[in-house]
T-cell receptor, first 115, second 110 residues
Framework: DGGITQSPKYLFRKEGQNVTLSCEQN?????MYWYRQDPGQGLRLIYY???????QKGDIAEGYSVSREKKESFPLTVTSAQKNPTAFYLC??????????????FGPGTRLTVL | KQEVTQIPAALSVPEGENLVLNCSFT??????LQWFRQDPGKGLTSLLL?????REQTSGRLNASLDKSSGRSTLYIAASQPGDSATYLC?????????FGKGTTLSVSS
């Protein structure tokens, strides 16, 4: 059953902690993305990767880091430098070439709460 | 910078009504436009993708149109059902990623 999985579904972070959100896809997609969604807001792009071992900052990359060591995996680390990390985080993927000609598919999301 | 606007922010209709959701964008140089559905606390489900060269796409009771020159897209839902209640998001494709509107939250009452 092809798709995108994100874990955990809920995550709680204490002040000053780094936490890592997992995203895995078995769609054989080259491109992967991380978005952040706040209540009443549209999705905003954090990072994206068009190919393994390469990634680019999106509109709100400050306080976040990513890696892309494998085609199927694109983990996101929320660092202590991110001052307002409480949000819903969505991972997405698409075929080679990114969104230009390709439909983007989304995972179920991770809700991060800072205690 | 591309901006995407969705109006109205919320819409309530009785079951069976046909309805239209609106999406506008400021830069007509888009590659495609995608409509998504989001249920509360869930991820996004892709509904329709319209390439920039196309005028419309249909899937079941859903029909999406695209007018690049005027910077507008509409999502038409026929014979609405309570199960259609959700937030509908439109997104335009730039070269590297999607740019989203804030969504329209639809409530269909039985």
């Amino acid at each position: 059953d092809g798709g995108i999985t994100q874990s955990p579904k809920y995550l709680f972070r204490k002040e000053g902690q780094n936490v890592t959100l997992s995203c895995e896809q078995n769609l054989n997609h080259d491109a992967m993305y991380w978005y952040r969604q706040d209540p009443g807001q549209g999705l905003r792009l954090i990072y994206y990767s068009q190919i393994v071992n390469d990634f680019q900052k999106g509109d709100i990359a400050e306080g976040y880091s990513v890696s892309r060591e494998k085609k199927e995996s694109f983990p996101l680390t929320v660092t202590s430098a991110q001052k307002n990390p409480t949000a819903f985080y969505l991972c997405a993927s698409s075929s080679a070439g990114g969104p230009v000609n390709n439909e983007q598919f989304f995972g179920p999301g991770t809700r991060l709460t800072v205690l | 910078k591309q901006e995407v606007t969705q109006i109205p922010a919320a819409l309530s209709v009785p079951e069976g009504e046909n309805l239209v959701l609106n999406c506008s964008f400021t830069d007509s140089a888009i590659y495609n436009l995608q409509w998504f559905r989001q249920d509360p606390g869930k991820g996004l489900t892709s509904l329709l993708l319209i390439q920039s060269s196309q005028r419309e796409q249909t899937s079941g009771r859903l029909n999406a149109s695209l007018d690049k020159s005027s910077g507008r897209s509409t999502l038409y839902i026929a014979a609405s059902q309570p199960g259609d209640s959700a937030t509908y998001l439109c997104a335009v494709a730039g070269r590297t990623a999607l740019i989203f509107g804030k969504g329209t939250t639809l409530s269909v009452s039985s």
